[in-house]
């Protein structure tokens, strides 16, 4: 760890800064499906009839009530208000990277006001197929020759590339269609579906 | 969801592990990462050779660092202090069995990201990714990947103390924090009123963006980018500016 101290003096007149291009702000809703996620939209067709940003949670500032959806390599900012409704978390604070956003906003002079931020719910899943983390480390302990049974991941590319399950097999959600055959033959056998939780 | 359209192709031995990914490994259980991923992410992760200093001085993945496995215990006050920095773990074929106690150890010192490299040395050598030989670093290094767009400290620094001409700093701190000190020929314009006020900063002048922690000014950054017409960069560093003095940086 680098520590540097340094000293400054500061005078007491700001340096008028140079004001040059008087530009307004170049909102982008010109092009409403740059404000959704490819993420977003490989399982939601755009719809150009409604105003929404759809993208997964990147920061939060309080101070500045300011929140960034990350939507591919352009993030943007939008203004969250005492009238912004949050749906399915209790706070913004609770928000992490895993969390997808759809955001219902208003586009104003001095940048987007969101009206609704709508956390992506958790997917209910019927009693009876749910695994636990116990009974994966013993299914995963044996692997899925000895074990007979396909472990399957269905999140995008990259996130397969970065960190899996031992054994699994990716066949991101988008593809499910195309990618029949990395599931058993055997329609009885047992099947797995795990993804960055929840969703 | 898969599980949903599985059951309409007839699978009936459907299972979900719903808690997925982030309960697995916060139990302390292996991930496997891909070499594509660990090229990819060179100089900015921590990876581990736990084939040991010999085996490693014959060849090993670039930028590794040789440690024993039997010594990983003790090397603890040497893992970094950001706890969610990538440690990247591998042997010869990173067995993952033989590793499981190696992750569950290093799991439990808070580290989030602990994976092991698939295929271990050997697929690294198949797929011809980037090795060295010889001298091996024994001592753990890490820094994280720069954001699009961050600024280094020092560069920082330097345009604080020399006022270049084509730079511009910009505070994006709220009046409160700014009453305590402004850097000198600094422009103030709190990050929530930024979007409306983009008219009064420059365009043929680089704009430098702060806050306090790095948060704030990411979001200006991108707020400029957005615009369109503006050249920028930002500092993800935490700051303190107390009167006259600047106490900068932690990273």
């Given at each position: 760890m680098k520590k540097t101290r340094f000293y400054l003096s500061i005078g007491l007149g700001l340096a008028a800064a140079v004001l040059l291009g008087v530009s307004g702000p170049a909102l982008a809703a010109e092009n409403g499906k740059a404000l959704w996620g490819p993420n977003c939209l490989s399982c939601h067709n755009y719809d150009p009839s409604t105003q929404l940003i759809m993208g997964d949670f990147q920061s939060y500032s309080r101070q500045a009530n300011l929140l960034t959806v990350k939507i591919g390599p352009k993030p943007q900012v939008i203004k969250v208000t005492d009238q912004t409704k949050l749906e399915n978390a209790t706070s913004y604070r609770d928000l992490t990277g895993?969390?997808?956003?759809?955001?219902?906003?208003?586009?104003?002079?001095?940048?987007?006001?969101?009206?609704?931020?709508?956390?992506?719910?958790?997917?209910?899943?019927?009693?009876?197929?749910?695994?636990?983390?116990?009974?994966?480390?013993?299914?995963?302990?044996?692997?899925?020759?000895?074990?007979?049974?396909?472990?399957?991941?269905?999140?995008?590319?990259?996130?397969?590339?970065?960190?899996?399950?031992?054994?699994?097999?990716?066949?991101?959600?988008?593809?499910?269609?195309?990618?029949?055959?990395?599931?058993?033959?055997?329609?009885?056998?047992?099947?797995?579906?795990?993804?960055?939780?929840?969703? | 969801?898969?599980?949903?359209?599985?059951?309409?192709?007839?699978?009936?031995?459907?299972?979900?592990?719903?808690?997925?990914?982030?309960?697995?490994?916060?139990?302390?259980?292996?991930?496997?990462t891909d070499g594509a991923f660990v090229e990819q992410m060179m100089g900015f992760l921590v990876l581990l050779d736990l084939r040991g200093t010999e085996s490693a001085k014959k060849a090993h993945v670039q930028g590794a660092v040789a440690l024993e496995m039997k010594n990983l215990e003790k090397e603890k006050p040497q893992f970094p202090l950001d706890k969610k920095a990538p440690?990247?773990?591998?042997?010869?074929?990173?067995?993952?069995?033989?590793?499981?106690?190696?992750?569950?150890?290093?799991?439990?010192?808070?580290?989030?990201?602990?994976?092991?490299?698939?295929?271990?040395?050997?697929?690294?050598?198949?797929k011809n990714r980037p090795t060295q030989k010889g001298d091996v670093?024994?001592?753990?290094f890490y820094i994280p990947r720069p954001h699009p767009g961050e600024i280094s400290g020092d560069e920082f620094m330097n345009i604080v103390k020399n006022h270049p001409t084509d730079k511009l700093?910009?505070?994006?701190?709220?009046?409160?924090?700014?009453?305590?000190?402004?850097?000198?020929?600094?422009?103030?314009?709190?990050?929530?009123?930024?979007?409306?006020?983009?008219?009064?900063l420059p365009k043929d002048k680089e704009i430098i963006i702060h806050c306090r922690t790095g948060l704030r000014a990411e979001m200006g950054y991108h707020i400029l980018r957005n615009a369109g017409g503006y050249k920028a960069r930002f500092l993800n560093d935490k700051i303190a500016i107390k009167g006259k003095d600047l106490f900068c940086c932690y990273k």
């Amino acid at each position: 760890m680098k520590k540097t101290r340094f000293y400054l003096s500061i005078g007491l007149g700001l340096a008028a800064a140079v004001l040059l291009g008087v530009s307004g702000p170049a909102l982008a809703a010109e092009n409403g499906k740059a404000l959704w996620g490819p993420n977003c939209l490989s399982c939601h067709n755009y719809d150009p009839s409604t105003q929404l940003i759809m993208g997964d949670f990147q920061s939060y500032s309080r101070q500045a009530n300011l929140l960034t959806v990350k939507i591919g390599p352009k993030p943007q900012v939008i203004k969250v208000t005492d009238q912004t409704k949050l749906e399915n978390a209790t706070s913004y604070r609770d928000l992490t990277g895993d969390n997808a956003l759809k955001i219902a906003f208003e586009e104003k002079p001095d940048g987007f006001h969101a009206r609704t931020v709508t956390v992506k719910p958790k997917l209910k899943v019927p009693e009876n197929q749910l695994v636990s983390t116990k009974e994966m480390e013993k299914l995963v302990a044996l692997g899925p020759e000895k074990g007979k049974f396909t472990l399957l991941d269905s999140r995008p590319a990259y996130r397969f590339q970065e960190e899996r399950i031992p054994g699994a097999v990716n066949q991101p959600l988008p593809n499910f269609d195309k990618l029949t055959n990395l599931l058993p033959a055997d329609k009885g056998q047992m099947v797995i579906f795990y993804c960055q939780g929840f969703t | 969801m898969a599980a949903r359209k599985a059951e309409k192709l007839g699978y009936t031995n459907i299972k979900v592990y719903h808690e997925g990914v982030p309960a697995w490994s916060e139990s302390g259980n292996v991930l496997l990462t891909d070499g594509a991923f660990v090229e990819q992410m060179m100089g900015f992760l921590v990876l581990l050779d736990l084939r040991g200093t010999e085996s490693a001085k014959k060849a090993h993945v670039q930028g590794a660092v040789a440690l024993e496995m039997k010594n990983l215990e003790k090397e603890k006050p040497q893992f970094p202090l950001d706890k969610k920095a990538p440690i990247i773990l591998y042997t010869d074929k990173s067995d993952w069995k033989e590793l499981q106690a190696a992750v569950k150890m290093i799991s439990s010192w808070g580290y989030s990201r602990v994976r092991v490299l698939e295929g271990g040395f050997e697929g690294w050598l198949a797929k011809n990714r980037p090795t060295q030989k010889g001298d091996v670093r024994t001592t753990i290094f890490y820094i994280p990947r720069p954001h699009p767009g961050e600024i280094s400290g020092d560069e920082f620094m330097n345009i604080v103390k020399n006022h270049p001409t084509d730079k511009l700093i910009l505070d994006v701190r709220n009046t409160e924090e700014a009453s305590e000190g402004v850097l000198e020929g600094a422009v103030t314009i709190p990050l929530d009123a930024l979007q409306g006020r983009l008219n009064e900063l420059p365009k043929d002048k680089e704009i430098i963006i702060h806050c306090r922690t790095g948060l704030r000014a990411e979001m200006g950054y991108h707020i400029l980018r957005n615009a369109g017409g503006y050249k920028a960069r930002f500092l993800n560093d935490k700051i303190a500016i107390k009167g006259k003095d600047l106490f900068c940086c932690y990273k």
